[in-house]
């Protein structure tokens, strides 16, 4: 193996100055590769000298929620299940598979985009405050958070495949592999019982957007008499149209309670210009250079992420799994996805680029 080449070289000899690893993913494949993986690497690499890349937590929005929650005071009292009805984590995406037919086929949306991608976000969305922004303190509550998530009932997934894709080069023509995907989480602590977290991505959907919705739960009564309001939403805009957005009801000029959902809105370009967002490889490359492993996942987090993928991979090669659905490319995706969430009282919402569409 590689890592072992390097060793036998004398490249992972620290005695004249640090070297060190830098692992694209996809890390394994699932638990048992990704473990054996990691003895390969340890067998030559400390785990200091260890970079795993996950690129989304190179994005600058990405690494601001962090900034987000913890440096200012107004929103993190409310970060609870106290105030918050659903979290919502899509991914959503225009491009097809494109010539990676061969790659996606064996791999598809789960392991492509659910064990790392997703499932990071979803540390930092959730995860409690550090003590410090140290490398070791942020690692090891993302650790605490992934574990605190539950297994996932196979009855709260939906998988759906775009018309087309088994055409594309190297797919097999009665491929089985999910395109889409949507998942139900629960995290069971003190922060998060109760609260669902639900996470989506897709290849050949209709808007590009990946984006953190946090859903507030509504108001304990209502005084304005037969009027339904918006519920409350705060969205992280990750891409395209990087920023955040608060939703909130106002009253409609004019009328006596008459109210309608409007949008308060920061956008990274106003305030830093068009090429204010450096790319997600640049600021990675530097941290591996600087020695910060703070964006970069450990061990552990990625032995439990696989631990909760796994089984669903494994599940929906069974009788039990969801029906694969077969939606149209440029929709929304499949309308299981929808039913879902209908079943837990929710509804999907996208508060960035894509609202006006969806
Ligand atoms: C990659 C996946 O890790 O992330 C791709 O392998 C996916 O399938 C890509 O398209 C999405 O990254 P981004 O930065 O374009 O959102």
Not at 140 to 155: D, F, G, H, R, Y
Request: hydrophobic share 40%; glycine share 6%.
């Amino acid at each position: 193996m590689l890592a072992g080449h390097l060793g036998d070289s004398g490249l992972a000899d620290q005695r004249e100055g640090w070297r060190r690893i830098v692992i694209e993913k996809p890390y394994g494949t699932d638990l048992n590769s990704a473990r054996d993986l990691t003895r390969a690497l340890h067998d030559v690499f400390s785990e200091e000298q260890i970079y795993r890349m996950d690129h989304y937590l190179g994005k600058e929005t990405a690494q601001n929620i962090l900034f987000f929650r913890f440096a200012n005071t107004i929103f993190e009292p409310i970060w609870n299940r106290n105030y918050v009805a659903n979290v919502q984590i899509s991914s959503l995406e225009t491009l097809d598979i494109g010539r990676r037919g061969p790659y996606y086929d064996q791999t598809g949306i789960l392991r492509d985009m659910f064990q790392n991608h997703l499932l990071q976000l979803l540390t930092l969305v959730a995860m409690e405050p550090p003590a410090s922004f140290d490398a070791t303190a942020i690692r090891n509550e993302k650790a605490k958070v992934l574990s605190a998530i539950q297994p996932v009932a196979l009855s709260e997934t939906v998988r759906g495949q775009y018309r087309g894709y088994r055409d594309a080069k190297g797919v097999a023509s009665d491929s089985q592999t999910a395109t889409y995907a949507a998942l139900a989480l629960r995290i069971a602590n003190w922060r998060w019982q109760g609260v669902p977290f639900f996470l989506r991505s897709g290849k050949a959907l209709g808007c590009p957007s990946s984006e953190i919705v946090v859903e507030f739960q509504r108001p304990p009564h209502m005084i304005f008499n037969g009027h339904e309001t918006a519920p409350n939403m705060i969205s992280l805009c990750i891409q395209p149209d990087e920023g955040i957005h608060l939703r909130f009801e106002v009253k409609t000029p004019d009328q006596a309670q008459q109210m309608r959902a409007v949008d308060m809105e920061f956008h990274y370009r106003t305030y830093f210009g068009e090429n204010g967002l450096p790319e997600a490889y640049e600021r990675l490359l530097l941290d591996v250079m600087l020695g910060d492993q703070s964006l970069f996942p450990r061990e552990d987090q990625i032995e439990i992420t696989w631990r909760l993928i796994d089984p669903i991979i494994e599940g929906w090669a069974t009788p039990q799994a969801p029906p694969l659905e077969i939606y149209e490319r440029g929709s929304w995706g499949p309308d299981g996805a929808e039913k879902l969430l209908a079943s837990l009282r929710a509804h999907w919402r996208l508060g960035c680029s894509c609202m006006k569409e969806q």
